[in-house]
T-cell receptor, first 110, second 114 residues
Framework: GNSVTQMEGPVTLSEEAFLTINCTYTATGYPSLFWYVQYPGEGLQLLLKATKADDKGSNKGFEATYRKETTSFHLEKGSVQVSDSAVYFCALSDVPDMRFGAGTRLTVKP | KAGVTQTPRYLIKTRGQQVTLSCSPISGHRSVSWYQQTPGQGLQFLFEYFSETQRNKGNFPGRFSGRQFSNSRSEMNVSTLELGDSALYLC?????????????FGEGSRLTVL
């Protein structure tokens, strides 16, 4: 079946550091891939998505590339800010099935 | 377009009581999914409704139930509450007609069981 495995946290970085959160997936079909972010006390918000192999999703300085050969969708940001502190979820959708990773808590210190 | 609306945002119940949570999806979305989020178990899928029919169900006891109305609004009910039911309950809607299956989440209903 479909599944998502993402890097365990928590991750603590200093402001302006480089961020990578690893995500790999297992899927029988051709899923779409997502990164969602959850700020304290809120629901999940879509951060970025990619719908086919080699697509790159990007938003707010975050990027992730759909790599079919390595079944990965790693999240990256070149320079994190304190305001990026949140929990990040990798997810795959092979309609109607939607699977989420366990979430990675990121804390950015000034 | 208004987003997904969940009510109530916060509630406190005691063991043995029951609770009903409500979710209004984005206009035009016919699919509503419910998730339970706890620090220990993370995000767990409860069920999905599409056009008033339950399409998928997660691994939760029968105390957890839901329904969807003809206007796509959905409710979930938890009966005979237990301490372990304390969680953030998230509702998500999608149009399901697109290929991506993207979900749009509400802010959640935080349930505390005492």
């Amino acid at each position: 079946g479909n599944s998502v495995t993402q890097m365990e946290g928590p991750v603590t970085l200093s402001e302006e550091a480089f961020l990578t959160i690893n995500c790999t997936y297992t899927a029988t079909g051709y899923p779409s891939l997502f990164w969602y972010v959850q700020y304290p006390g809120e629901g999940l918000q879509l951060l970025l998505k990619a719908t086919k192999a080699d697509d790159k999703g990007s938003n707010k300085g975050f990027e992730a590339t759909y790599r079919k050969e390595t079944t990965s969708f790693h999240l990256e940001k070149g320079s994190v800010q304190v305001s990026d502190s949140a929990v990040y979820f990798c997810a795959l959708s092979d309609v109607p099935d939607m699977r989420f990773g366990a979430g990675t808590r990121l804390t950015v210190k000034p | 377009k208004a987003g997904v609306t969940q009510t109530p945002r916060y509630l406190i119940k005691t063991r043995g009581q029951q609770v009903t949570l409500s979710c209004s999806p984005i206009s035009g979305h016919r699919s509503v999914s419910w998730y339970q989020q706890t620090p220990g178990q993370g995000l767990q899928f409860l069920f999905e409704y599409f056009s008033e029919t339950q399409r998928n169900k997660g691994n939760f006891p029968g105390r957890f139930s839901g329904r969807q109305f003809s206007n796509s609004r959905s409710e979930m009910n938890v009966s005979t509450l237990e301490l372990g039911d304390s969680a953030l309950y998230l509702c998500a809607s999608s149009d399901r007609t697109g290929n991506t299956g993207e979900l749009f989440f509400g802010e959640g209903s935080r349930l505390t069981v005492l």
